[in-house]
């Protein structure tokens, strides 16, 4: 017997099934919230399309002659030795002991800790003549850091202690750099006092760099507030730099710096002042007309490091920085000056002592890098 025949379904004709088609409203926008979006975006593609590098921080336009190849912070007298300690590369721990002897600007002993993440800094350093200068720096975004200082120097021979407070935020952008800077703020005099620096650098081509520095100062006691401007332009060519500052108030700068080959870098200085001559505030102090050159060379060896220069007013000065075994370093450095009839000399022995635990550390571990 044969099966019955499937029977076809019927359509159901009532109204809830046929399709209801929906229309959609656009949503409402503003024309004139449009128009400042679609010209940011536009302004922010056009720079993009430019190429523009990082230019650095106003006051490091002229690293490259001032830390670079100059011996800025880097000579001394007498003789020194130092015993440095690292206990960690990540996160960052390192102590030191300095002693030093026939120098009148280095105390006979000093005490260094350092301690450092990706994120954080924390450095204290303390003298035999209890001086005592400490430093935490914390990197709040990848683009913004908050920098602080203390320094404290106790009374001596007569002479009035001192403190100074300084706070900083430093922001990196892709192709500029802001700085707003505070020295000794405070309220506490009815008003505020203290000295405030900001400073704005902008890529304005792949070369050329163009900034802005301002200074407010307010001491106290009731005198009134003094104000300063300066301009900044850097320049990169293929194988040198150069940058020039300019005070308002009479005074101007200029660096060269030029690489000669892969070991040698020189690098020339000129600065000059007019201030005072104009009715300049007492922030650059009476009136004066002066001008320094100073020239300067380096050079890198493969164990060593050779620096020399000499300036418009008779001085000349060297430094000469060799390994000569991975934990031990030895520096020389000399001065004189013709016009005063003085020289300087100083001989310096730093020895590394790192244990072999550090040594297997740095190759599993990569190292850290504090906010400097």
């Known amino acids: 017997m044969a099966a019955p025949p499937l029977e076809k379904p019927a359509m159901d004709t009532s109204p809830l099934a046929t399709p209801v088609s929906v229309t959609v409203p656009e949503p409402q926008t503003n024309s004139f919230i449009d128009t400042i979006f679609d010209t940011y975006q536009s302004f922010h593609d056009r720079r993009a399309a430019l190429g523009l590098a990082y230019p650095g921080p106003v006051d490091e336009i002229a690293k490259e002659v001032q830390r670079g190849v100059f011996l800025t912070n880097q000579t001394f007298s007498g003789l020194r030795a130092e015993l440095n300690k690292s206990f960690s590369i990540y996160p960052l721990f390192q102590i030191s002991h300095a002693f030093s002897t026939g120098s009148q600007m280095l105390s006979p002993y000093t005490f260094l800790a350092l301690y450092g993440t990706n994120n954080l800094l924390c450095q204290a350093q303390l003298d035999s003549d209890s001086s005592l200068s400490a430093r935490f720096n914390s990197r709040l975004t990848d683009r913004l850091i908050f920098k602080s200082s203390v320094q404290m120097q106790p009374s001596s021979m007569g002479q009035p202690g001192a403190t100074q407070v300084s706070l900083e935020q ?203």
């Open 170 to 372: 430093d922001y990196t952008g892709a192709d500029f750099s802001a700085q707003l800077k505070s020295i000794n703020p405070s309220v506490l005099e009815g008003g505020l006092t203290g000295m405030f620096i900001g400073s704005y650098m902008q890529s304005i081509t792949p070369r050329l760099a163009l900034g802005l520095e301002g200074v407010w100062q307010k001491p106290g006691g009731g005198m009134g507030p003094e104000a300063a401007l300066s301009y900044a332009a850097r320049y990169k060519g293929d194988d040198w730099i150069g940058s020039l500052q300019l005070l308002t108030q009479g005074g101007l700068q200029g660096t060269y710096w030029r690489r000669l080959t892969d070991k040698v870098e020189t690098g020339v200085d000129v600065n000059l002042q007019f201030a005072g001559l104009s009715g300049a505030n007492a922030m650059l102090g009476g009136a004066r007309k002066e001008g320094v050159a100073t020239l300067g060379a380096k050079y890198e060896f493969s164990r060593s490091i050779f620096r020399a220069q000499v300036d418009s007013q008779g001085k000349i000065g060297c430094l000469l920085d060799k390994m000569v075994a991975p934990p031990v370093r030895v520096t020389f450095a000399g001065e004189m000056d013709h016009s005063k009839n003085s020289a300087k000399i100083g001989l310096a022995v730093s020895i590394e002592a790192s244990g072999e635990d550090l040594m297997e550390q740095q190759d599993k571990v990569l190292p850290a890098s504090p906010p400097f």
